[in-house]
């Protein structure tokens, strides 16, 4: 076994070396920014437009300096490695005042024999930090994208093997920082290294399932035996020296919703001919098999997750890297909103190509808890270099981030890049040097990689991608994924969501503002005004508040004050990704999956997440709970209201045809039922169905004519509640308008409340309302809590209770006394 100096916990500090007498205290692992802020010398980079005055920072180089002491022990070790998980990014490296190695790629990790620089006691390490900006400005010049999508600055950021969202995005600020960001340690050994584990499963038709392993030793050796033991939840289920076994009663795992996700823990142990220790890797594997599913159908050809052989339709959302300066980030961090996912009732997480390759508690938590991970390689929709040392920096970055993760449980795909054809089509079809470097990187590199250090797990070259270099929404109704943005971008109606018929949508979304809680987090006293500077900075996409205003204009009535208009934002967020996600759903088995755009964010902003960054869920996060449920009752009104010339209001409402989707693994039987009312609470039509409900059915159960009680009552004053009921339980219900709520008198009322403390972080509250309330919201002021359910409809004199749950313990008396709760109604 080596012997491991962790040089993480050694005593570091860092200047600026502009001002080389000033030296600060530093964290490892860690980043400028935090310690600049920590040290006070900056002030909080998130708050107020605090982000325009340190973009000084990138331009300086840093350095990091620390000393440690060897032991004579120590150097009597053959082999001493600096071992370095990631250098962030543009780094020379020197021991002892002898260079190592110099490094420029952050995602790249480093392993150099540094022995002879070592003397027993005190050594000195050193790591500069070349500002990435004179890199770019001095590497690669010959080479600028044709389009430039994030970078403020010129576009330069593609030519640096560099998280590209450093340099800003249209949800995230530009901090291009730099530091040791991963582990940093010396390992001394004697012997060889077991350097790692291939693991490969075989499952058979009988259900056997077989593990095959191939360790690789860091040099060549004739006799190495190796132990190996295989165990579930502490009791062992193989001990064997073999390399090559049968797992007795194998348990599956499956994606949330689906099963269960049993975890084996597998170690193994590596002996020289002398009986020597080479070393020990443990890896927790799942037994599944996954399947990215190509195959002609009758719409073209399918674009679907088999997952142990049985359709998955998925549903999910887009990550970003969860803090700007992602060496905050922790299992706890990352547990936030990974748990958030799954109680939304998602199977599915896309790791987006312009953050990060995430650290092993992401992927721990997403092997425990379910969550399919679609892994995009870190390229993101600008067009990168292709030259023989950015190609060699690729293909090692690669090759090592493939053997890190190929093992995973919850790794579906690995995916080339991000809408890399998609915004650049034009340029790759007349250029031909701009394709020749591309393919090279996503048709060769990238799949020979995934192929050699994976084996198993499904490649797909680029998101959006359809086979060939083409464009158009058409191509994405019969094969591959595609990225919908005519809502939002091009500001389509939302009901355009439904215009298409694709078979996997990997992106679409809506943007809304984060919370008044969240906002007071970075705005100072007297300026949240949303056109105001600091709202202004935290607000990324150029168009994005006249979009906002456009889309919330066109569903709800003038807001009485910001707050409101801040809660119509997300109340319009919700509706139209309910639209798109329950179109996708409806469409199953031709549309095999619905990821929107997106979970989480960088920092607290104005954007298109369903989680706001100090984690407080947004209506659009509730509504996902209830439009993701496995249970689905969904309507779909063929017609629309638009304006004619004079802007007089028409209508082509008439139909509502009520479906039922189903992807629960387990056959059930349901009841649909649908009443629909006038505002003044009277039931002019209403009716029930049984219904059978069967893993991967979307079934349209009834059609309704509404043209005679339209009619009769105007459709301005109905409104149609559909339900299913499961085995005797609410499954699923909503509410269906035939026309923009703006144009609905909605009563309001005064709700009755009441609240039982179950333990000091857990409450139910029952609410109840004489009349109809749309997207009934509760809070308790400032605290964070979590809910069964939020922003609800409801229906007049029925009670409802929902399960709360909260960060901090509290009483029943904190609790009342901070309770508010609005409806629709209450915005004008």
């Given at each position: 076994?080596?012997?491991?100096?962790?040089?993480?916990?050694?005593?570091?500090?860092?200047?600026?070396?502009?001002?080389?007498?000033?030296?600060?205290?530093?964290?490892?692992?860690?980043?400028?920014?935090?310690?600049?802020?920590?040290?006070?010398?900056?002030?909080?980079?998130?708050?107020?437009?605090?982000?325009?005055?340190?973009?000084?920072?990138?331009?300086?180089?840093?350095?990091?300096?620390?000393?440690?002491?060897?032991?004579?022990?120590?150097?009597?070790?053959?082999?001493?490695?600096?071992?370095?998980?990631?250098?962030?990014?543009?780094?020379?490296?020197?021991?002892?005042?002898?260079?190592?190695?110099?490094?420029?790629?952050?995602?790249?990790?480093?392993?150099?024999?540094?022995?002879?620089?070592?003397?027993?006691?005190?050594?000195?390490?050193?790591?500069?930090?070349?500002?990435?900006?004179?890199?770019?400005?001095?590497?690669?010049?010959?080479?600028?994208?044709?389009?430039?999508?994030?970078?403020?600055?010129?576009?330069?950021?593609?030519?640096?093997?560099?998280?590209?969202?450093?340099?800003?995005?249209?949800?995230?600020?530009?901090?291009?920082?730099?530091?040791?960001?991963?582990?940093?340690?010396?390992?001394?050994?004697?012997?060889?290294?077991?350097?790692?584990?291939?693991?490969?499963?075989?499952?058979?038709?009988?259900?056997?399932?077989?593990?095959?392993?191939?360790?690789?030793?860091?040099?060549?050796?004739?006799?190495?035996?190796?132990?190996?033991?295989?165990?579930?939840?502490?009791?062992?289920?193989?001990?064997?020296?073999?390399?090559?076994?049968?797992?007795?009663?194998?348990?599956?795992?499956?994606?949330?919703?689906?099963?269960?996700?049993?975890?084996?823990?597998?170690?193994?142990?590596?002996?020289?001919?002398?009986?020597?220790?080479?070393?020990?890797?443990?890896?927790?594997?799942?037994?599944?098999?996954?399947?990215?599913?190509?195959?002609?159908?009758?719409?073209?050809?399918?674009?679907?997750?088999?997952?142990?052989?049985?359709?998955?339709?998925?549903?999910?959302?887009?990550?970003?890297?969860?803090?700007?300066?992602?060496?905050?980030?922790?299992?706890?961090?990352?547990?936030?909103?990974?748990?958030?996912?799954?109680?939304?009732?998602?199977?599915?997480?896309?790791?987006?190509?312009?953050?990060?390759?995430?650290?092993?508690?992401?992927?721990?938590?997403?092997?425990?808890?379910?969550?399919?991970?679609?892994?995009?390689?870190?390229?993101?929709?600008?067009?990168?270099?292709?030259?023989?040392?950015?190609?060699?920096?690729?293909?090692?970055?690669?090759?090592?981030?493939?053997?890190?993760?190929?093992?995973?449980?919850?790794?579906?795909?690995?995916?080339?890049?991000?809408?890399?054809?998609?915004?650049?089509?034009?340029?790759?079809?007349?250029?031909?040097?701009?394709?020749?470097?591309?393919?090279?990187?996503?048709?060769?590199?990238?799949?020979?990689?995934?192929?050699?250090?994976?084996?198993?797990?499904?490649?797909?070259?680029?998101?959006?991608?359809?086979?060939?270099?083409?464009?158009?929404?058409?191509?994405?109704?019969?094969?591959?994924?595609?990225?919908?943005?005519?809502?939002?971008?091009?500001?389509?109606?939302?009901?355009?969501?439904?215009?298409?018929?694709?078979r996997f949508c990997s992106e679409f979304g809506m943007q809304?503002?984060?919370?008044?809680?969240?906002?007071?987090?970075?705005?100072?006293?007297?300026?949240?005004?949303?056109f105001g500077p600091s709202m202004e900075n935290h607000q990324?996409?150029?168009?994005?508040?006249?979009?906002?205003?456009?889309?919330?204009?066109?569903?709800?009535?003038?807001?009485?004050?910001?707050?409101?208009?801040?809660?119509?934002?997300?109340?319009?967020?919700?509706?139209?990704?309910?639209?798109?996600?329950?179109?996708?759903?409806?469409?199953?088995?031709?549309?095999?999956?619905?990821?929107?755009?997106?979970?989480?964010?960088?920092?607290?902003?104005?954007?298109?997440?369903?989680?706001?960054?100090?984690?407080?869920?947004?209506?659009?996060?509730?509504?996902?709970?209830?439009?993701?449920?496995?249970?689905?009752?969904?309507?779909?009104?063929?017609?629309?209201?638009?304006?004619?010339?004079?802007?007089?209001?028409?209508?082509?409402?008439?139909?509502?045809?009520?479906?039922?989707?189903?992807?629960?693994?387990?056959?059930?039987?349901?009841?649909?039922?649908?009443?629909?009312?006038?505002?003044?609470?009277?039931?002019?039509?209403?009716?029930?169905?049984?219904?059978?409900?069967?893993?991967?059915?979307?079934?349209?159960?009834?059609?309704?004519?509404?043209?005679?009680?339209?009619?009769?009552?105007?459709?301005?004053?109905?409104?149609?509640?559909?339900?299913?009921?499961?085995?005797?339980?609410?499954?699923?219900?909503?509410?269906?308008?035939?026309?923009?709520?703006?144009?609905?008198?909605?009563?309001?009322?005064?709700?009755?409340?009441?609240?039982?403390?179950?333990?000091?972080?857990?409450?139910?509250?029952?609410?109840?309302?004489?009349?109809?309330?749309?997207?009934?919201?509760?809070?308790?002021?400032?605290?964070?809590?979590?809910?069964?359910?939020?922003?609800?409809?409801?229906?007049?004199?029925?009670?409802?209770?929902?399960?709360?749950?909260?960060?901090?313990?509290t009483t029943k008396a904190r609790l009342a006394a901070a309770?508010?709760?609005?409806?629709?109604?209450?915005?004008?």
């Amino acid at each position: 076994m080596p012997t491991i100096l962790d040089l993480a916990a050694a005593r570091w500090r860092f200047r600026d070396t502009s001002a080389p007498k000033t030296w600060l205290p530093a964290t490892v692992p860690g980043c400028v920014h935090t310690d600049l802020i920590a040290a006070g010398k900056i002030p909080d980079p998130f708050y107020g437009t605090n982000e325009l005055d340190l973009q000084w920072i990138e331009n300086r180089d840093w350095e990091y300096q620390t000393t440690f002491t060897v032991t004579a022990a120590l150097l009597r070790e053959d082999i001493v490695e600096l071992c370095a998980d990631g250098l962030d990014t543009v780094a020379t490296v020197t021991l002892n005042g002898k260079k190592i190695a110099t490094t420029d790629n952050m995602f790249v990790a480093h392993r150099w024999n540094v022995k002879k620089h070592l003397h027993a006691g005190r050594n000195e390490l050193v790591v500069h930090f070349r500002s990435a900006m004179d890199y770019i400005a001095k590497t690669r010049t010959d080479f600028t994208p044709p389009n430039n999508f994030n970078d403020a600055k010129g576009g330069g950021c593609v030519r640096i093997r560099k998280e590209q969202c450093q340099f800003g995005w249209d949800w995230g600020p530009r901090f291009v920082t730099a530091g040791i960001w991963r582990g940093l340690r010396l390992e001394a050994r004697t012997t060889n290294r077991l350097a790692h584990v291939h693991v490969a499963q075989t499952h058979h038709q009988n259900g056997d399932v077989s593990l095959s392993l191939s360790p690789e030793l860091q040099s060549p050796a004739q006799r190495v035996t190796y132990w190996v033991t295989l165990s579930l939840g502490g009791r062992g289920v193989v001990t064997t020296s073999e390399l090559g076994f049968e797992v007795p009663s194998p348990q599956l795992w499956w994606p949330a919703g689906q099963g269960e996700q049993p975890l084996y823990d597998l170690v193994v142990t590596a002996r020289d001919a002398q009986g020597r220790d080479l070393g020990t890797i443990t890896k927790r594997i799942g037994l599944r098999t996954i399947v990215l599913d190509c195959s002609p159908d009758q719409w073209g050809e399918s674009f679907r997750f088999l997952v142990n052989g049985r359709p998955v339709f998925i549903k999910g959302a887009n990550w970003i890297p969860a803090d700007s300066f992602a060496t905050r980030l922790d299992r706890a961090a990352y547990a936030r909103d990974l748990n958030a996912a799954v109680l939304a009732n998602m199977n599915c997480i896309r790791v987006w190509g312009g953050g990060i390759y995430e650290s092993e508690d992401f992927y721990d938590l997403c092997d425990e808890l379910g969550l399919l991970v679609w892994q995009d390689f870190m390229f993101a929709c600008n067009l990168y270099p292709s030259d023989k040392a950015f190609l060699a920096s690729v293909k090692t970055e690669a090759e090592q981030q493939v053997a890190r993760l190929h093992h995973r449980a919850c790794l579906a795909l690995w995916c080339g890049n991000n809408e890399l054809v998609q915004l650049n089509l034009g340029h790759l079809l007349d250029q031909p040097e701009f394709k020749a470097g591309y393919l090279a990187i996503f048709h060769e590199l990238l799949p020979a990689a995934v192929a050699a250090f994976d084996g198993a797990t499904p490649y797909w070259p680029s998101s959006e991608w359809r086979g060939n270099f083409i464009g158009g929404h058409e191509h994405g109704e019969i094969r591959g994924d595609t990225h919908f943005w005519d809502v939002w971008h091009v500001r389509k109606p939302v009901k355009d969501y439904e215009k298409w018929s694709f078979r996997f949508c990997s992106e679409f979304g809506m943007q809304s503002y984060s919370s008044p809680q969240t906002n007071a987090t970075f705005c100072p006293p007297g300026d949240d005004n949303v056109f105001g500077p600091s709202m202004e900075n935290h607000q990324k996409n150029r168009a994005g508040n006249q979009i906002i205003l456009d889309y919330v204009s066109r569903r709800y009535r003038f807001p009485k004050d910001q707050d409101s208009l801040v809660w119509l934002s997300q109340l319009n967020q919700a509706y139209c990704m309910q639209v798109g996600v329950e179109h996708y759903r409806r469409l199953m088995p031709r549309c095999m999956g619905a990821i929107y755009w997106q979970l989480n964010d960088c920092w607290p902003v104005a954007s298109w997440s369903s989680i706001e960054y100090t984690g407080r869920w947004k209506a659009l996060h509730y509504a996902a709970r209830r439009f993701n449920a496995p249970a689905l009752v969904s309507a779909h009104v063929p017609g629309d209201e638009t304006a004619t010339v004079g802007n007089y209001r028409a209508t082509t409402v008439r139909e509502v045809h009520l479906f039922t989707v189903y992807d629960a693994p387990k056959p059930a039987k349901g009841l649909l039922r649908w009443d629909l009312f006038t505002l003044a609470g009277d039931i002019v039509l209403a009716g029930k169905k049984n219904v059978a409900l069967r893993h991967g059915e979307s079934i349209r159960q009834k059609t309704l004519d509404l043209a005679k009680p339209m009619a009769a009552h105007g459709r301005d004053n109905l409104y149609l509640r559909i339900a299913l009921d499961v085995d005797g339980a609410l499954a699923s219900e909503q509410t269906v308008f035939l026309s923009p709520p703006r144009f609905l008198d909605l009563p309001k009322a005064r709700t009755k409340t009441a609240l039982r403390l179950l333990t000091p972080t857990q409450a139910l509250i029952t609410v109840e309302s004489p009349v109809f309330q749309h997207a009934f919201t509760f809070e308790f002021g400032d605290a964070f809590f979590t809910a069964t359910d939020n922003g609800f409809d409801l229906y007049p004199n029925e009670k409802k209770e929902v399960l709360i749950t909260l960060a901090e313990p509290t009483t029943k008396a904190r609790l009342a006394a901070a309770l508010t709760h609005r409806s629709l109604a209450d915005t004008y």
